[in-house]
């Protein structure tokens, strides 16, 4: 990647928040990398380098700064201008995908070679794929001694490091000093945390951030019993990882620019997955002002953007949930929806452990082989939704991988339109949220539409709205969502295939 050395200077001399997360500063004088905002005095101008990624500061030679701490930058490494491949492969490293495999491995999984896959890291990261993955263990294994009380043993284990010698060994090269060593420096104001089943982590994210849209967003369709929002505004859900189950509890924090979020989870080595999801399931590797600025060319999207300015769109903590519930929303309201999947993990998801359970939590959602046993129809639902839920169960026992990050997008939504029940609007939504496709769009839904109807009220066809949209290209998910939110809710109104046997004016509730 090419980075204007001029104007990156000017971003370090000015402490520009605007570029924390989109490049590190490499300082040769002394060996080390830093974050755009570092406090430190500003290095000259002949005595820095300048990197798209940490992995690429770090792959050259430097450590990571001990003062602006870039295992708390935003991660905007997905949104640089990188290939599809590349976001994916990402979304794999961050759950552990070269922790105990190679990069061949991981180029099989993506379907392209591993030579391929180097030169797309390369060209849009500035850093192979090992530096990267190392860098991830690196930081987040900082992170985890800084925010919490963790044994070092513990740490090494949930970061990916396969053994404590190994850990340490890292650590003294790279920070010149032992990982216990840091600890002892750690200001008190980080100590929050306590034990290893039960911590807390800070997600940073580029501002701003639409904290009330998103959680207003998952409130509307909390499942009883798996997820609920609070009064104060903090998201909680039951987890499983691994044969263990587990909860989680996401807080914003608006003044230190950061979500948190409190895991209970009593397998260290799943943290590091368990954090990777939340981030994508609130969406922080976002770059809200590449995608408000491209949007608001369109005057009709302007007002929208000025109105909710860094608007996301919800991801999901797991895919065949999500599909799931937006099966289960045709053809009914958002409460009746809602209703009907409390129903569905009543009767068939299983109990949380009674250490877990708290006011709203008291199961874990349904999995795919209960499901495809199950006789469906005794929801009280149409015969014809109650064969979709278990056309996507069977499929996905058939695949399990079948949300993974590994997936293409295209490719995923043939498979979901090849089951009955299962027509375009739901496969968009399902890419939209489970795979975290930011160009899906349902260009079928009467919310849309009704949101781009002419001053006359003429509201466009599905092909007109879908050759508008072309101009909204990457991010077309994220203008449906300011359409729909422009509605004065979350909800989207759809008009589906003949496939998903629901009339024009069907309400479905994703």
């Known amino acids: 990647m090419n980075l204007d050395h001029d104007a990156c200077y000017r971003a370090i001399v000015t402490r520009d928040a605007r570029f924390d997360g989109r490049l590190y500063i ?11 905002i570092c406090p430190a005095r500003t290095p000259k101008r002949e005595n820095v380098s300048f990197y798209p990624t940490a ?52 180029a ?16 849009h990261l500035g850093a192979s794929p090992i530096a990267v993955a190392q860098t991830r263990r690196i930081l987040f294994a900082k992170q985890l001694i800084m925010e919490t009380r963790m044994p070092m043993t513990e740490i090494a284990h949930a970061a990916g490091f396969g053994s404590i010698r190994r850990f340490n060994a890292v650590f003294q090269t790279l920070y010149k000093r032992p990982p216990g060593a840091l600890r002892r420096t750690r200001p008190s104001a980080h100590s929050s945390a306590s034990t290893v089943s039960d911590i807390t982590l800070t997600m940073s994210y580029v501002a701003p951030y639409d904290w009330s849209s998103l959680i207003s967003f998952l409130k509307t369709r909390a499942i009883p019993g798996i997820e609920w929002v609070d009064k104060q505004d903090r998201y909680h859900r039951s987890i499983a990882l ?13 003044s230190k620019k950061c979500l948190r979020a409190t895991i209970r989870f009593p397998r260290v080595s799943s943290l590091a997955v368990i954090v990777s999801r939340l981030r994508r399931m609130f969406d922080l590797t976002a770059d809200p002002i590449a995608i408000d600025t491209h949007l608001a060319h369109d005057p009709r999207l302007a007002p929208l953007i000025t109105a909710r300015p860094g608007l996301r769109v919800p991801g999901a903590w797991n895919g065949f949930e999500l599909g799931i519930r937006a099966i289960l929303g045709q053809q009914i309201s958002v409460s009746a929806a809602t209703a009907l999947a409390g129903k ?3 009767l068939y998801g299983e109990p949380l452990e009674s250490s877990l359970t708290s006011e709203g939590l008291s199961h874990i959602f349904p999995s795919p082989k209960r499901l495809a046993e199950a006789d469906l129809r005794s929801l009280g639902m149409p015969g014809a939704r109650a064969r979709a839920l278990s056309a996507l169960s069977e499929a996905v026992l058939e695949t399990p991988n079948m949300f993974s990050a590994s997936q293409i997008p295209d490719a995923t939504l043939q498979r979901l339109r090849a089951l009955p029940g299962v027509g375009d609007w739901t496969g968009q939504y399902i890419l939209m949220r489970a795979l975290c496709e930011p160009d899906a769009f349902p260009a079928a839904d009467i919310g849309l539409m009704r949101a781009m109807a002419s001053k006359e009220g003429q509201r466009p066809t599905p092909a007109t ?4 949209a072309e101009a909204w290209r990457p991010w077309r998910a994220y203008a449906a969502l300011h359409l729909w939110t422009s509605e004065g809710n979350t909800s989207a109104t759809d008009i589906c295939t003949t496939k998903e046997k629901i009339t024009h004016a069907a309400t479905l509730t994703p």
């Open 55 to 106: 992995a690429a500061a770090q792959e050259a030679g430097f450590r990571p700064c001990l003062r602006c701490r870039p295992e708390n930058s935003p991660d905007l490494a997905a949104w640089n201008g990188t290939s599809n491949t590349v976001k994916r492969a990402l979304a794999l490293i961050g759950e552990g995908a070269l922790d105990d495999e190679t990069v061949d491995h991981l």
């Open 26 to 36: 490499g300082v040769r004088t002394t060996g080390i990398y830093c974050r755009p």
């Open 465 to 468: 709205l879908l050759q508008h």
């Open 242 to 254: 691994d044969g263990c189950q587990g909860s989680v509890c996401v807080a914003f924090d608006e």
């Open 108 to 123: 099989e999984q993506l379907g392209v070679g591993e030579r391929h896959l180097r030169r797309l890291f390369q060209q």
């Open 344 to 346: 569905l993990v009543s």
